[in-house]
């Protein structure tokens, strides 16, 4: 029991994105939203709406409230779950609070995209049903891990949230979103890749090479977060004058 508790000390309850203060429960499950990565998500979901000729600021919050559920909630209860190797977050939640977990985000998730798939934007549905196949067929490993890949992660993580901003804020697509959403892939793509191996050299105790790694995903996942919040004040300042 010790030597658990300790490894998942050193793998990752003293990530920099864990806070180091309150109960045991409630690190983890900060920790276990990955905030920074979600934050890349939902930073490309908001750069693909702010791509668009206008924009609707509730779209912008839905998109994001959309994003910050259904991955930062949903999809990462599903992956301590479905997991069929063993997660370093231990065994604090139950099946059942993760479960509620899961449930309660995609609700969220999607009653606000169906108000707006109904009433606003039809094309947002086809997104709306392959990110939610990409979130059991990647956590669950479905069909032998088919989808459980970099490939797929970088398309529904990467690539989708920016085409789904786009099309949550004009109900259609173009080239520049189409290309961007390349670069989108590009960037989860390189995110997930070093985050494998930032884990492994982690559980390894390779301090040195695990120090490096982590600062490249720091600067990757900040840049990009920083990216869309500037880029949003961009516009806001275009709007207003």
Known sequence: MGDKVMKEQVTRLNEWFVPQFGPIKFRIFVGMMFL??????????????????????????????????????????ADSMGSKKNKPWGDHFSNLELLIMLISGLVTAYTIGTYYIIFFVPLLLPIAILEGFFLFAYNYELWNG?????????????????????????????????????????????????SQKYKKFKQANDMSRSKKLEFRLKIISISTILFSVAFLIFRSLQITF
């Open 36 to 77: 920074p990565y979600t934050g890349m998500c939902i930073s490309f979901s908001i750069i693909g709406s702010l791509l668009a000729p206008t924009m609707a600021w509730d779209r912008i919050v839905a998109i994001t409230i959309i994003y910050f559920s259904a991955l930062g909630i949903s999809a990462h209860a």
């Open 146 to 194: 088919f989808f459980h890949n970099n490939m797929w992660f970088a398309i529904s993580w990467g690539s989708m949230p920016l085409l789904a901003g786009y099309v949550m804020q004009t109900n259609s697509l173009s080239f520049v979103p189409l290309l961007l959403s390349l670069v989108a892939f590009a960037i989860s793509y390189l995110e997930i890749n070093l």
